[in-house]
């Protein structure tokens, strides 16, 4: 496995979940159902900590007019949520209920944007970095193969974050779930890094279409578009 880098800046939604070292998250899907957005994602067993450890949860919702997950913490409580409508590509990150009580008005705080690409996952992640101050940030989450069985996270060219798709023929099989081995970077947040596997999840049986960029009143945000 390529080695990760350690973001010299720690990139978080959720300061609190940023790991320490670097990671390993498992993502698993729940359900029946081809289109479930139901998931649970743990720490993998270590010498220091052999069981499972639940982290997060994540309950999908999908409507006529939208999909939606939200994500909540091992407790229980509410992190946030994403949403895209249902004839869109792009998904947006909100504070849990802004975008269903305020609508067109609410700002996200992050937005993941599709990239063209056939087959392979392609897509940037613009989010304001609440461990520097706001500041605008990329993650670029790119697909190495057709079969969509690892994608690769960079942050301004460097390698901080690998999915593995750990079960490639669950994906084919009536009644199993896939689920996703994560690998992440000391600095990043863990909670992020869910996001983006279970954003994979929900692209699993698509291309990837072309999503709009958000724009920003301090100009572009960094990164290494391709």
């Known amino acids: 496995m390529e080695p990760l880098t350690p973001t010299k800046q720690p990139i978080a939604i959720r300061p609190e979940h940023v790991a320490s070292s670097t990671t390993k998250i498992k993502v698993k899907q729940h359900s029946a159902s081809w289109s479930s957005g139901n998931f649970t994602v743990s720490s993998t067993p270590t010498a220091e900590e052999p069981l499972l450890k639940k982290l997060f949860t994540v309950e999908g919702e999908i409507a006529s007019w939208s999909q939606r997950r939200h994500f909540r913490d091992a407790s229980g409580l509410p992190l946030f949520e994403i ?3 249902k004839a869109g590509v792009t998904w947006y990150l909100h504070l849990p209920g802004e975008s269903s009580s305020k609508g067109e008005n609410s700002e996200p705080i992050a937005t993941i944007v599709p990239k063209w690409s056939a087959l392979k996952d392609k897509f ?18 790119r697909g190495q193969n057709v079969w969509k069985s690892k994608t690769n996270v960079y942050h301004r060219g ?4 690998i999915v593995k798709l750990t079960d490639v023929a669950a994906v084919y099989l ?28 929900a692209m699993l049986y698509q291309s990837s279409g072309k999503g709009k960029a958000p724009v920003s009143n301090d100009g572009p945000a960094e990164g290494n578009s391709g």
Do not use: Y
């Not at 940037?124 to 989450?141: F, M, W, Y």
């Not at 460097?158 to 974050?161: F, G």
């Not at 009536?174 to 999840?201: F, T």
């Open 174 to 201: 009536p009644g199993k779930r896939p689920s996703w081995e994560v690998v992440v970077a000391e600095g990043m947040d863990l909670s992020l890094a869910s996001i983006i596997a279970v954003l994979l999840a």
């Open 124 to 141: 940037d992640v613009h989010l304001r970095n609440a461990a520097a101050n706001g500041e605008e940030t990329i993650l670029e989450v």
């Open 83 to 85: 949403s895209r409508k």
């Open 158 to 161: 460097k390698l901080v974050m």
